[in-house]
């Protein structure tokens, strides 16, 4: 095993994943999760299991966090005991998507405390996530990214957007991209199959073209197939959105698209969408236009 001590605390959807990553490269991995039960699925991979985060956490040089919020991060760092536990100097590796301006207090408590912090939203779902290939993020100091590249190296890319805060900027304007990408396909096919084309024939003779994406290639199957389990919930999309547009209020920025897109998914959350895929936008704009099917 390498030298570092990882802990990992999240191991939900994503982090379960990336955790099995850090195990398979060498590293020596102990995790915790809220529901003990999806952090004891690890312990058959090599992951040390801790009964609480403080645990977790004790004489790690590198911590990642995988949470559900920027409440959820603030109470686990600052109210579980973590920062007393942690080793001198540690990093902390925040990969869970919350508002950035908590992103740059969270790293200026953990400076503090002689601590430091990188803000590293993923972006490549659970498929990446498994796979190694994820889109990493990442606001802080470019020496400390530097310095926990081959930590974050099994994981997938790495690229340094900018000052604390921005990796999580970068991840806002990510998922305004999906969103908004995922309401124009749904869109078009709406309009092809209305004037008697097929959804799946539209979407095969653009593939390539100047509309393709990642969302035309996996959403697009979705909307064909009715698949609607969900990868990403439309409900976390929605909470993505309102973020995007918190920001940009403190920005003096006024976003349309995303304001338009943000409206939709909120009517769709609000009318029993929320636990769909994001993909599921699809329903929503059918029913608007009278075309709901089974």
Do not use: C, Y
């Not at 312990?43 to 919020?69: E, P």
């Not at 919350?98 to 969270?106: F, L, S, T, Y």
């Not at 590293?120 to 926990?148: E, N």
């Amino acid at each position: 095993m390498t030298g570092r001590k990882i802990a990992f605390l999240g191991t939900g959807l994503m982090g379960a994943p990336m955790a099995r990553r850090l195990l398979g490269a060498g590293f020596a991995v102990t995790v915790w999760n809220r529901d003990r039960n999806k952090a004891d699925a690890l312990a058959a991979d090599g992951a040390i299991v801790a009964a609480t985060a403080a645990d977790a956490a004790q004489g790690a040089s590198v911590l990642f966090t995988m949470l559900t919020n920027g409440g959820a991060v603030s109470e686990v760092l600052f109210g579980s005991g973590v920062m007393d536990a942690l080793a001198p100097g540690a990093v902390v590796i925040d990969n869970s998507s919350i508002a950035p301006p908590i992103a740059r207090e969270h790293a200026a408590k953990l400076a503090e405390r002689g601590f430091r912090h990188i803000d590293a939203p993923v972006s490549g779902g659970v498929v990446g996530a498994a796979a190694g290939t994820l889109a990493i993020m990442a606001g802080g100091d470019a020496d400390v990214i530097d310095s926990v590249r081959d930590v974050l190296a099994p994981l997938g890319r790495v690229t340094h957007v900018g000052p604390s805060g921005t990796g999580q900027l970068a991840k806002l304007g990510n998922q305004q991209i999906v969103a908004v990408t995922i309401g124009a396909i749904a869109e078009a096919m709406l309009l092809v199959e209305a004037g008697g084309g097929s959804r799946e024939a539209f979407r095969a003779a653009i593939r390539g073209g100047f509309a393709e994406s990642r969302i035309l290639e996996l959403h697009g199957q979705r909307m064909i197939d009715r698949n609607f389990e969900p990868g990403g919930t439309s409900r976390n999309q929605l909470k993505d959105l309102d973020a995007v547009l918190a920001a940009a209020r403190s920005l003096s920025l006024h976003l349309p698209l995303t304001e338009t897109i943000r409206t939709e998914f909120a009517e769709f959350v609000e009318n029993g969408g929320a636990e769909s895929d994001h993909s599921g936008l699809l329903l929503h704009l059918e029913d608007k236009n009278g075309r709901g099917k089974a």
